[in-house]
C-alpha cells in the first residue's frame, strides 16, 4: 500500500529524552570497533536517538520497518554531542515521491538539548519497498 501523501509536512511527537552518558557513547563507539577515552560524542551518535523518532513516525504511520530501506543520512551539527546533553528528536516529513513502485520518504530531525536549543539536524531518506509482485517469484 502506498504511503499517504498527505504527511508531506507533518510533524511527528518528540520520541521520548535522551540521556548522553559516558556508557552510551562508549558503547556506540565500541561498536564501530573503536575506542572511547572521552569528550565530545561521535558526530554520528545523533542516530541513537533519532532512530527512536523514525520508529515513532513508522508506528503513527503504520508502516513496517522490515520494508524500509535507509537510503542516506546526514547530521549538519551546530555544536558537538557531549555526555550529560539530554536530547529530544522531532521528526518531521519532508519529501514523499514513488519510483518503481517504492516511496522515497525525505525527513528532518530537529536534535535538541535539554533547553530547547537546536544540538544537529539530521536528514534521511528512507525507502518503504512497494508491494512485491507475485509473478516474479519474490
Given at each position: 500500500m502506498p504511503v499517504d501523501p498527505t504527511i508531506v509536512g507533518r510533524t511527528y511527537p518528540p520520541a521520548p529524552p535522551h540521556e548522553v552518558t559516558v556508557d552510551a557513547?562508549?558503547?556506540?563507539?565500541?561498536?564501530?570497533?573503536?575506542?572511547?577515552?572521552?569528550?565530545?560524542?561521535?558526530?554520528?551518535?545523533?542516530?541513537?536517538?533519532?532512530?527512536?523518532?523514525?520508529?515513532?513516525?513508522?508506528?503513527?504511520?503504520?508502516?513496517?520497518?522490515?520494508?524500509?530501506?535507509?537510503?542516506?543520512?546526514?547530521?549538519?551539527?551546530?555544536?558537538?554531542?557531549?555526555?550529560?546533553?539530554?536530547?529530544?528528536?522531532a521528526l518531521s516529513v519532508a519529501t514523499l515521491r514513488t519510483i518503481g513502485g517504492n516511496d522515497i520518504i525525505g525527513t528532518t530531525s530537529a536534535v535538541t538539548d535539554a533547553d530547547g536549543a537546536l544540538v544537529c539536524t539530521g536528514t534521511a531518506t528512507l525507502v518503504h519497498r512497494g508491494p512485491e509482485d507475485p509473478e516474479d517469484g519474490a
Open positions: 557513547v562508549r558503547a556506540f563507539v565500541e561498536a564501530t570497533g573503536a575506542s572511547y577515552d572521552g569528550g565530545p560524542a561521535p558526530a554520528t551518535y545523533p542516530i541513537v536517538p533519532a532512530f527512536s523518532a523514525m520508529l515513532t513516525f513508522l508506528e503513527a504511520e503504520a508502516l513496517d520497518l522490515s520494508r524500509i530501506d535507509h537510503g542516506a543520512q546526514e547530521f549538519r551539527h551546530e555544536r558537538p554531542v557531549v555526555p550529560g546533553d539530554v536530547l529530544t528528536v
